[in-house]
Protein backbone atom coordinates (compact mmCIF):
# COMPACT_ATOMS: atom_id res chain seq x y z
CA UNK A 1 0.00 0.00 0.00
CA UNK A 2 3.40 2.43 0.75
CA UNK A 3 3.71 1.76 -3.12
CA UNK A 4 1.12 4.07 -3.51
CA UNK A 5 2.75 6.92 -2.30
CA UNK A 6 6.28 6.17 -3.97
CA UNK A 7 6.19 8.16 -7.13
CA UNK A 8 7.23 5.87 -10.26
CA UNK A 9 9.97 7.58 -11.69
CA UNK A 10 8.64 7.13 -15.18
CA UNK A 11 5.95 9.38 -14.20
CA UNK A 12 7.90 12.12 -12.38
CA UNK A 13 9.64 15.60 -13.79
CA UNK A 14 12.22 17.59 -12.50
CA UNK A 15 10.72 20.68 -11.11
CA UNK A 16 12.50 22.99 -13.87
CA UNK A 17 12.68 26.77 -14.67
CA UNK A 18 9.38 26.73 -16.58
CA UNK A 19 7.69 24.96 -13.17
CA UNK A 20 9.24 27.87 -11.09
CA UNK A 21 7.48 30.17 -12.92
CA UNK A 22 3.95 27.88 -12.42
CA UNK A 23 4.58 28.49 -8.85
CA UNK A 24 5.89 31.81 -8.95
CA UNK A 25 2.27 32.88 -10.62
CA UNK A 26 0.21 31.07 -8.46
CA UNK A 27 1.92 33.04 -5.43
CA UNK A 28 1.41 36.25 -6.97
CA UNK A 29 -2.32 34.53 -7.60
CA UNK A 30 -2.16 34.04 -4.06
CA UNK A 31 -1.47 36.99 -2.78
CA UNK A 32 -3.36 39.27 -5.00
CA UNK A 33 -6.19 37.66 -4.67
CA UNK A 34 -6.15 36.99 -0.97
CA UNK A 35 -5.64 40.78 -0.49
CA UNK A 36 -8.47 41.72 -2.97
CA UNK A 37 -10.74 39.58 -1.37
CA UNK A 38 -10.16 40.58 2.23
CA UNK A 39 -10.22 44.64 1.02
CA UNK A 40 -14.02 45.86 1.30
CA UNK A 41 -15.65 42.15 0.63
CA UNK A 42 -18.89 42.01 -1.82
CA UNK A 43 -20.45 39.56 0.68
CA UNK A 44 -20.17 36.66 2.89
CA UNK A 45 -20.72 34.00 0.50
CA UNK A 46 -18.27 35.32 -1.72
CA UNK A 47 -15.98 35.77 0.80
CA UNK A 48 -16.12 32.46 2.02
CA UNK A 49 -15.96 30.91 -1.42
CA UNK A 50 -12.46 32.92 -2.28
CA UNK A 51 -10.66 32.44 1.20
CA UNK A 52 -11.25 28.88 0.86
CA UNK A 53 -10.26 28.60 -2.97
CA UNK A 54 -7.55 30.70 -2.48
CA UNK A 55 -5.71 29.05 0.70
CA UNK A 56 -6.29 25.60 -0.83
CA UNK A 57 -4.41 26.63 -3.69
CA UNK A 58 -1.70 27.97 -1.07
CA UNK A 59 -1.61 24.75 0.55
CA UNK A 60 -0.90 22.90 -2.97
CA UNK A 61 1.38 25.40 -4.01
CA UNK A 62 3.50 24.94 -0.86
CA UNK A 63 3.51 21.53 -1.32
CA UNK A 64 5.26 21.90 -5.24
CA UNK A 65 7.39 24.92 -3.80
CA UNK A 66 8.35 22.44 -1.00
CA UNK A 67 9.34 19.76 -3.29
CA UNK A 68 11.56 21.80 -5.39
CA UNK A 69 13.17 23.24 -2.58
CA UNK A 70 14.41 19.35 -1.40
CA UNK A 71 15.22 18.84 -4.80
CA UNK A 72 12.22 16.10 -5.48
CA UNK A 73 10.62 15.23 -8.76
CA UNK A 74 7.08 15.62 -8.59
CA UNK A 75 4.23 13.13 -10.38
CA UNK A 76 3.32 15.01 -13.73
CA UNK A 77 -0.42 14.59 -13.22
CA UNK A 78 0.22 16.42 -10.25
CA UNK A 79 1.67 19.66 -11.82
CA UNK A 80 -1.11 18.61 -14.59
CA UNK A 81 -3.72 18.97 -11.76
CA UNK A 82 -2.42 22.07 -10.27
CA UNK A 83 -2.51 24.36 -13.54
CA UNK A 84 -6.11 23.13 -13.86
CA UNK A 85 -6.89 23.48 -10.76
CA UNK A 86 -5.39 27.31 -11.22
CA UNK A 87 -7.79 28.02 -13.92
CA UNK A 88 -10.56 26.53 -12.18
CA UNK A 89 -9.94 28.55 -9.19
CA UNK A 90 -9.98 31.83 -11.48
CA UNK A 91 -12.85 30.48 -12.76
CA UNK A 92 -15.00 30.17 -10.04
CA UNK A 93 -14.07 33.04 -8.51
CA UNK A 94 -15.20 34.87 -11.48
CA UNK A 95 -18.19 33.13 -11.36
CA UNK A 96 -18.83 33.75 -7.74
CA UNK A 97 -18.56 37.77 -8.72
CA UNK A 98 -20.91 37.95 -11.58
CA UNK A 99 -19.57 36.59 -14.54
CA UNK A 100 -18.68 38.59 -17.26
CA UNK A 101 -18.54 42.13 -15.19
CA UNK A 102 -15.66 40.39 -12.97
CA UNK A 103 -12.04 42.43 -13.02
CA UNK A 104 -10.91 38.91 -12.00
CA UNK A 105 -10.38 37.38 -15.27
CA UNK A 106 -7.14 39.04 -15.71
CA UNK A 107 -5.44 36.62 -13.62
CA UNK A 108 -5.86 34.40 -16.71
CA UNK A 109 -3.81 36.05 -18.43
CA UNK A 110 -0.18 35.03 -15.85
CA UNK A 111 -1.67 32.02 -15.02
CA UNK A 112 -1.37 31.09 -19.02
CA UNK A 113 2.10 32.88 -19.04
CA UNK A 114 2.88 30.43 -16.25
CA UNK A 115 1.64 27.34 -18.23
CA UNK A 116 2.97 28.36 -21.74
CA UNK A 117 6.54 28.21 -20.04
CA UNK A 118 6.42 24.91 -18.28
CA UNK A 119 4.26 22.36 -20.71
CA UNK A 120 4.24 21.41 -24.28
CA UNK A 121 3.08 23.25 -26.84
CA UNK A 122 -0.10 20.42 -27.22
CA UNK A 123 -0.19 20.77 -23.82
CA UNK A 124 -0.50 24.32 -23.49
CA UNK A 125 -2.88 24.76 -26.64
CA UNK A 126 -5.29 22.68 -24.51
CA UNK A 127 -4.73 24.93 -22.20
CA UNK A 128 -5.61 28.00 -23.66
CA UNK A 129 -8.42 26.63 -25.51
CA UNK A 130 -10.28 25.03 -22.36
CA UNK A 131 -9.28 28.41 -20.63
CA UNK A 132 -10.96 30.58 -23.41
CA UNK A 133 -13.56 28.21 -23.63
CA UNK A 134 -14.48 28.20 -19.91
CA UNK A 135 -14.47 32.03 -19.88
CA UNK A 136 -16.34 32.40 -22.92
CA UNK A 137 -18.74 29.97 -21.58
CA UNK A 138 -19.60 31.71 -18.29
CA UNK A 139 -19.41 35.11 -20.23
CA UNK A 140 -21.83 34.34 -22.26
CA UNK A 141 -24.25 33.33 -19.70
CA UNK A 142 -23.79 36.83 -18.11
CA UNK A 143 -22.91 39.53 -20.20
CA UNK A 144 -25.02 42.53 -21.74
CA UNK A 145 -26.25 42.77 -25.18
CA UNK A 146 -23.27 44.36 -27.24
CA UNK A 147 -19.87 43.42 -24.73
CA UNK A 148 -19.53 40.14 -27.08
CA UNK A 149 -17.19 41.85 -28.97
CA UNK A 150 -15.15 42.43 -25.38
CA UNK A 151 -14.67 39.27 -24.65
CA UNK A 152 -13.85 38.09 -28.59
CA UNK A 153 -11.20 40.30 -27.98
CA UNK A 154 -10.11 38.55 -24.46
CA UNK A 155 -10.46 35.51 -25.47
CA UNK A 156 -8.20 36.46 -28.09
CA UNK A 157 -5.24 37.78 -25.59
CA UNK A 158 -5.59 34.84 -24.27
CA UNK A 159 -4.64 33.08 -27.08
CA UNK A 160 -1.64 35.64 -27.45
CA UNK A 161 -0.39 35.55 -23.93
CA UNK A 162 0.02 31.13 -24.30
CA UNK A 163 1.45 32.05 -27.88
CA UNK A 164 4.02 34.31 -27.07
CA UNK A 165 5.02 31.88 -23.98
CA UNK A 166 5.05 28.96 -26.58
CA UNK A 167 7.08 30.82 -28.89
CA UNK A 168 9.24 31.87 -27.03
CA UNK A 169 9.74 28.44 -25.17
CA UNK A 170 10.61 27.34 -28.58
CA UNK A 171 12.92 29.59 -29.03
CA UNK A 172 14.76 28.89 -26.38
CA UNK A 173 15.15 25.10 -26.79
CA UNK A 174 16.45 25.55 -29.83
CA UNK A 175 19.17 28.03 -28.50
CA UNK A 176 19.86 25.12 -25.72
CA UNK A 177 19.94 22.40 -28.31
CA UNK A 178 22.83 24.21 -30.17
CA UNK A 179 24.47 25.11 -27.42
CA UNK A 180 24.41 21.30 -25.98
CA UNK A 181 25.75 20.30 -29.54
CA UNK A 182 29.10 22.23 -28.36
CA UNK A 183 30.92 19.92 -26.50
CA UNK A 184 34.35 21.31 -26.03
CA UNK A 185 36.59 19.57 -23.36
CA UNK A 186 38.83 21.55 -20.79
CA UNK A 187 41.98 19.81 -20.15
CA UNK A 188 40.99 19.77 -16.32
CA UNK A 189 37.85 17.67 -17.40
CA UNK A 190 40.14 15.13 -19.34
CA UNK A 191 42.14 14.74 -16.35
CA UNK A 192 39.20 14.35 -14.19
CA UNK A 193 37.53 11.75 -16.56
CA UNK A 194 38.59 8.31 -17.33
CA UNK A 195 38.01 8.37 -20.83
CA UNK A 196 37.06 10.67 -23.20
CA UNK A 197 34.51 9.74 -26.21
CA UNK A 198 35.86 6.37 -25.95
CA UNK A 199 39.35 6.78 -25.83
CA UNK A 200 41.62 6.96 -23.10
CA UNK A 201 42.52 9.91 -21.42
CA UNK A 202 46.28 9.75 -22.12
CA UNK A 203 45.28 9.95 -25.31
CA UNK A 204 43.85 13.16 -25.32
CA UNK A 205 46.53 14.39 -22.91
CA UNK A 206 48.97 13.68 -25.80
CA UNK A 207 47.05 15.30 -28.64
CA UNK A 208 46.39 18.16 -26.41
CA UNK A 209 50.02 18.60 -25.15
CA UNK A 210 51.08 17.99 -28.67
CA UNK A 211 48.55 21.04 -29.83
CA UNK A 212 49.70 23.45 -27.39
CA UNK B 1 37.74 39.60 -21.29
CA UNK B 2 36.40 36.25 -22.35
CA UNK B 3 33.76 36.70 -20.23
CA UNK B 4 32.70 40.38 -21.19
CA UNK B 5 32.22 39.24 -24.63
CA UNK B 6 30.57 36.10 -24.30
CA UNK B 7 28.03 38.06 -22.19
CA UNK B 8 27.44 40.35 -24.67
CA UNK B 9 27.24 37.84 -27.33
CA UNK B 10 24.49 36.29 -25.46
CA UNK B 11 22.47 39.26 -25.45
CA UNK B 12 22.85 39.95 -28.51
CA UNK B 13 21.11 36.54 -29.71
CA UNK B 14 18.52 36.94 -27.10
CA UNK B 15 17.43 39.74 -28.94
CA UNK B 16 18.14 38.02 -32.09
CA UNK B 17 16.43 34.81 -31.86
CA UNK B 18 14.08 36.03 -29.61
CA UNK B 19 12.22 38.94 -31.28
CA UNK B 20 9.99 36.87 -32.88
CA UNK B 21 7.95 36.69 -29.45
CA UNK B 22 7.66 40.56 -29.81
CA UNK B 23 6.40 40.05 -33.66
CA UNK B 24 3.47 37.19 -32.53
CA UNK B 25 2.47 39.41 -29.65
CA UNK B 26 1.89 42.51 -32.12
CA UNK B 27 0.04 40.20 -34.41
CA UNK B 28 -2.32 39.38 -31.80
CA UNK B 29 -2.69 43.10 -30.76
CA UNK B 30 -3.28 43.82 -34.43
CA UNK B 31 -5.86 41.25 -34.21
CA UNK B 32 -7.53 41.85 -30.64
CA UNK B 33 -7.19 45.73 -32.24
CA UNK B 34 -9.17 45.66 -35.34
CA UNK B 35 -12.29 43.41 -33.27
CA UNK B 36 -12.30 45.73 -30.97
CA UNK B 37 -12.43 49.07 -33.49
CA UNK B 38 -14.76 47.52 -35.94
CA UNK B 39 -17.64 46.09 -34.14
CA UNK B 40 -17.69 48.94 -31.36
CA UNK B 41 -18.50 51.69 -33.28
CA UNK B 42 -21.43 52.81 -35.42
CA UNK B 43 -20.13 55.40 -37.69
CA UNK B 44 -17.69 54.81 -40.62
CA UNK B 45 -15.48 58.20 -39.44
CA UNK B 46 -14.90 56.60 -36.22
CA UNK B 47 -13.83 53.38 -38.02
CA UNK B 48 -11.20 55.39 -40.01
CA UNK B 49 -9.75 57.32 -37.01
CA UNK B 50 -9.77 54.28 -35.18
CA UNK B 51 -7.86 52.00 -37.53
CA UNK B 52 -5.40 54.20 -38.06
CA UNK B 53 -2.91 53.25 -34.86
CA UNK B 54 -4.16 49.56 -35.93
CA UNK B 55 -2.58 50.13 -39.64
CA UNK B 56 0.14 51.82 -38.05
CA UNK B 57 1.44 48.93 -35.78
CA UNK B 58 0.57 46.82 -38.16
CA UNK B 59 3.03 48.30 -40.90
CA UNK B 60 5.98 48.32 -38.12
CA UNK B 61 5.08 44.24 -37.30
CA UNK B 62 5.27 44.06 -41.50
CA UNK B 63 8.63 45.74 -41.48
CA UNK B 64 9.83 43.86 -38.41
CA UNK B 65 8.80 40.39 -39.19
CA UNK B 66 9.82 40.82 -42.89
CA UNK B 67 13.31 41.77 -41.94
CA UNK B 68 13.50 39.00 -39.27
CA UNK B 69 12.51 36.63 -42.02
CA UNK B 70 15.36 37.96 -44.65
CA UNK B 71 18.12 37.03 -41.64
CA UNK B 72 18.41 40.27 -40.61
CA UNK B 73 16.40 41.19 -37.32
CA UNK B 74 16.17 44.67 -35.56
CA UNK B 75 18.80 45.84 -33.41
CA UNK B 76 18.26 46.58 -29.64
CA UNK B 77 16.95 49.84 -30.22
CA UNK B 78 14.15 49.56 -32.95
CA UNK B 79 12.98 46.82 -31.03
CA UNK B 80 12.93 49.33 -27.53
CA UNK B 81 11.53 51.85 -29.98
CA UNK B 82 8.64 49.85 -31.56
CA UNK B 83 7.50 48.65 -28.45
CA UNK B 84 7.41 52.10 -26.73
CA UNK B 85 5.08 52.77 -29.94
CA UNK B 86 3.08 50.20 -29.00
CA UNK B 87 2.60 51.17 -26.06
CA UNK B 88 2.15 54.61 -26.81
CA UNK B 89 -0.55 53.75 -29.14
CA UNK B 90 -2.61 51.65 -26.56
CA UNK B 91 -2.54 54.41 -24.67
CA UNK B 92 -4.07 56.54 -26.95
CA UNK B 93 -6.47 54.09 -27.58
CA UNK B 94 -7.68 53.99 -23.73
CA UNK B 95 -7.12 57.44 -23.55
CA UNK B 96 -9.39 58.47 -26.26
CA UNK B 97 -11.19 56.09 -28.07
CA UNK B 98 -14.95 55.61 -27.50
CA UNK B 99 -16.90 56.38 -24.45
CA UNK B 100 -15.44 53.77 -22.57
CA UNK B 101 -12.12 55.60 -21.59
CA UNK B 102 -9.79 54.49 -18.95
CA UNK B 103 -10.28 52.13 -16.91
CA UNK B 104 -13.70 51.45 -18.59
CA UNK B 105 -11.55 50.92 -22.00
CA UNK B 106 -11.41 47.38 -23.51
CA UNK B 107 -8.31 48.20 -24.86
CA UNK B 108 -6.28 47.89 -21.64
CA UNK B 109 -5.87 43.84 -22.71
CA UNK B 110 -3.40 44.73 -25.06
CA UNK B 111 -1.09 45.77 -23.18
CA UNK B 112 -0.47 42.49 -21.38
CA UNK B 113 0.93 40.63 -24.58
CA UNK B 114 3.15 43.49 -25.05
CA UNK B 115 4.96 43.95 -21.84
CA UNK B 116 5.41 39.94 -22.07
CA UNK B 117 7.14 39.67 -24.90
CA UNK B 118 9.41 42.51 -24.57
CA UNK B 119 10.18 40.94 -21.06
CA UNK B 120 10.85 38.05 -22.91
CA UNK B 121 13.55 39.39 -25.46
CA UNK B 122 15.49 41.93 -23.50
CA UNK B 123 16.95 41.73 -19.84
CA UNK B 124 15.60 42.26 -16.88
CA UNK B 125 17.66 45.70 -16.36
CA UNK B 126 15.69 46.98 -19.16
CA UNK B 127 12.45 45.10 -19.11
CA UNK B 128 11.92 45.54 -15.45
CA UNK B 129 12.27 49.04 -16.17
CA UNK B 130 9.58 49.38 -19.28
CA UNK B 131 7.39 47.06 -17.34
CA UNK B 132 7.21 49.46 -14.29
CA UNK B 133 6.68 52.77 -17.00
CA UNK B 134 3.58 51.09 -18.79
CA UNK B 135 1.96 49.99 -15.62
CA UNK B 136 2.54 53.57 -14.04
CA UNK B 137 1.35 54.73 -17.33
CA UNK B 138 -1.74 52.75 -17.59
CA UNK B 139 -2.65 53.72 -13.91
CA UNK B 140 -1.88 57.83 -14.51
CA UNK B 141 -4.25 57.36 -17.56
CA UNK B 142 -7.06 55.85 -15.59
CA UNK B 143 -6.75 58.47 -13.47
CA UNK B 144 -6.88 61.19 -15.54
CA UNK B 145 -9.32 59.59 -17.69
CA UNK B 146 -11.72 59.91 -14.59
CA UNK B 147 -10.41 60.84 -11.05
CA UNK B 148 -13.45 60.11 -9.82
CA UNK B 149 -12.20 56.07 -10.01
CA UNK B 150 -9.84 57.22 -6.59
CA UNK B 151 -13.05 57.54 -4.50
CA UNK B 152 -14.68 54.28 -5.59
CA UNK B 153 -13.21 51.54 -3.30
CA UNK B 154 -14.13 48.99 -6.28
CA UNK B 155 -13.09 50.78 -9.28
CA UNK B 156 -9.51 51.67 -6.82
CA UNK B 157 -9.59 47.43 -6.64
CA UNK B 158 -10.23 47.09 -10.21
CA UNK B 159 -7.33 49.22 -10.96
CA UNK B 160 -4.82 47.56 -8.49
CA UNK B 161 -5.88 44.20 -9.56
CA UNK B 162 -4.82 45.18 -13.48
CA UNK B 163 -2.03 47.03 -12.30
CA UNK B 164 -1.07 43.44 -10.17
CA UNK B 165 -1.32 41.26 -13.15
CA UNK B 166 0.11 43.47 -15.68
CA UNK B 167 2.86 43.85 -13.11
CA UNK B 168 3.44 40.16 -13.12
CA UNK B 169 3.53 39.42 -16.49
CA UNK B 170 6.62 41.79 -16.71
CA UNK B 171 8.00 39.94 -13.40
CA UNK B 172 7.62 36.71 -14.29
CA UNK B 173 8.61 36.59 -17.94
CA UNK B 174 12.14 38.15 -16.42
CA UNK B 175 12.25 35.42 -14.26
CA UNK B 176 12.03 33.34 -16.96
CA UNK B 177 14.46 35.26 -18.92
CA UNK B 178 16.78 34.63 -16.13
CA UNK B 179 16.26 30.70 -15.83
CA UNK B 180 15.08 29.46 -19.33
CA UNK B 181 18.76 29.53 -20.91
CA UNK B 182 21.49 30.53 -19.12
CA UNK B 183 22.94 31.10 -18.14
CA UNK B 184 24.26 27.63 -18.21
CA UNK B 185 25.63 26.87 -14.52
CA UNK B 186 25.56 23.65 -15.96
CA UNK B 187 25.71 23.68 -19.14
CA UNK B 188 27.99 21.48 -21.41
CA UNK B 189 29.87 24.30 -23.16
CA UNK B 190 33.25 24.61 -21.90
CA UNK B 191 36.35 26.57 -23.53
CA UNK B 192 39.98 24.86 -23.77
CA UNK B 193 41.17 27.23 -20.97
CA UNK B 194 42.66 29.65 -23.35
CA UNK B 195 39.89 31.61 -24.35
CA UNK B 196 39.81 29.60 -27.99
CA UNK B 197 36.43 28.25 -27.71
CA UNK B 198 34.77 28.83 -31.35
CA UNK B 199 31.72 30.36 -29.38
CA UNK B 200 30.06 31.41 -32.96
CA UNK B 201 29.46 27.78 -33.44
CA UNK B 202 26.66 28.40 -31.01
CA UNK B 203 24.66 30.34 -33.14
Known sequence: MLRDLIPDPSKTVDMDHGQLVVIAARWVLVVAGLLLALWDPAGIGVLRVQIVLILGLAVANFFLQAQFLKNRPVLRDVLYGASVADIAVISLIVVAQGGFSSHVYVFYFPALLAISVAFSPAIVSGFAACSAAVYGAISMATLDPGDEVTLVARMIMMAGVAMCGVAFQNVQRDRRTAIDGVRVETIDDVVDEPSVAGLPREAILFQTAKGA | ?203
Not at chain 2, 17 to 24: D, E, L
Open chain 2, 1 to 203: MQNSNNAKREAAEDIFYGQVVINWARWFIVAAGMVLILWTVEEKSQVVMGIVPIVAIMAINFYLHGRLLADRPANPALVGLTSAIDIGVITILVLFWSEQTGLASPFFILYYPVVLAFAFVMPPKVSIPFTVTTVALFAGVCVLAAPEILSSVTTVKALILRSITLAAMGGLAAYYWRTSLRRPSAKTVRSNGNGAQDSAAIA
